[in-house]
């Protein structure tokens, strides 16, 4: 039986099982103490409970499937579990994930599109993105617009954010759309942007956009992180945290003012992918996570 998070009690489901000899692997998707902290800038109880109920996980998983190497270390040193039971299982693109033909009109009259896509929620850093847009609009760069694509409960509030703030003209939140017009929107794109707000939780996880944007060969802006300099390396342009708007706008217009650096950085986020991060090469892992399930 396999139980992916969050939430942390699915283990619960899989004891009854465990009783009539059923193993129970543990597909790690995110840390939900650092997750909770991220999202709402405190810890008390409910945190103390999700440290307990990721602990109790932990202790009933015959083996654990980690995305990355941090989370694989959380699992040892902070879960106790053998390190011969856990297994890297990264969330990379799969084979259908490929470029499309760019659509120009996906660039709203503007010679540049910068494009991004992901969860809308607090920990994303959407805000931050919106005053990135507001700072590019102040220094009178007319040239370019921002797509958003995905959902998530602060989708709305983003939107009153572009209104309030006269961004209309500038950037768009898709929502929910299809994987064709996602493609054709991150196609068509020049540069793709993580602004994923810099905190624990985010420092340590592995953000499968960034791998998207490999795949598709676009060179992607960021704020610096463990992770998320591990995934895309020379693919990214990297902020500092404590220069979240003026840097972030800097680095993107930096990229865009320098075509030649663009299709450098996307050519060898796409090979990457297709040497190392792509799901196929994620699949000995996973079927070794399952032999070794099945044989303790």
């Known amino acids: ?79 106790g579990v053998a390190s011969e039971d856990v297994f890297i299982v990264r969330n990379g693109p799969t084979e259908s994930f490929k470029a499309v033909a760019p659509n120009p009109a996906r660039k709203h009259g503007k010679p540049y599109l910068v494009g991004y896509v992901g969860n809308m929620d607090v920990q994303d850093g959407l805000d931050i993105l919106l005053d990135v847009v507001l700072r590019i609009k102040q220094l009178e760069r007319e040239d370019v617009h921002f797509t958003c694509v995905g959902p998530g409960p602060q989708l709305p509030s983003l939107r009153d954010m572009v209104r309030k703030k006269n961004l209309e003209a500038i950037v768009n939140f898709t929502g929910w759309v299809s994987q064709q017009e996602l493609l054709e929107i991150l196609s068509t794109a020049d540069v793709c942007v993580n602004p994923d707000r810099p905190t624990e939780m985010n420092d340590i996880s592995t953000m499968v956009k960034i791998m998207e944007y490999m795949a598709l060969g676009k060179p992607i802006v960021q704020f610096d992180s463990k992770e998320g300099r591990f995934s895309a390396q020379e693919a990214s342009v990297y902020c500092r945290p404590e220069s979240l708007v003026n840097d972030l706008a800097d680095k993107i217009l930096w990229l865009l003012d320098r075509p030649e650096e663009r299709k450098k950085m996307g050519e060898f986020g796409r090979r990457r992918v297709e040497k190392e991060l792509a799901w196929k090469h994620s699949i000995p892992n996973l079927l070794a996570a399952y032999e070794r399930a099945v044989n303790k």
């Not at 942390?8 to 995110?30: N, P, Q, S, T, W």
């Not at 109790?56 to 902070?78: C, P």
């Open 1 to 79: 039986m396999q139980g992916c998070n969050p939430p942390d009690d699915i283990f619960l489901i899989a004891l009854a099982f465990k009783l009539l000899g059923v193993k129970y692997i543990f597909d790690h998707h995110d840390a939900s103490p650092e997750l909770y902290v991220s999202k709402y800038g405190k810890k008390g109880l409910l945190h103390k409970a999700l440290v307990v109920f990721e602990r109790l996980t932990y202790r009933f998983s015959d083996v654990v499937m980690a995305t990355n190497e941090s989370y694989r270390d959380l699992a040892v040193s902070r879960g």
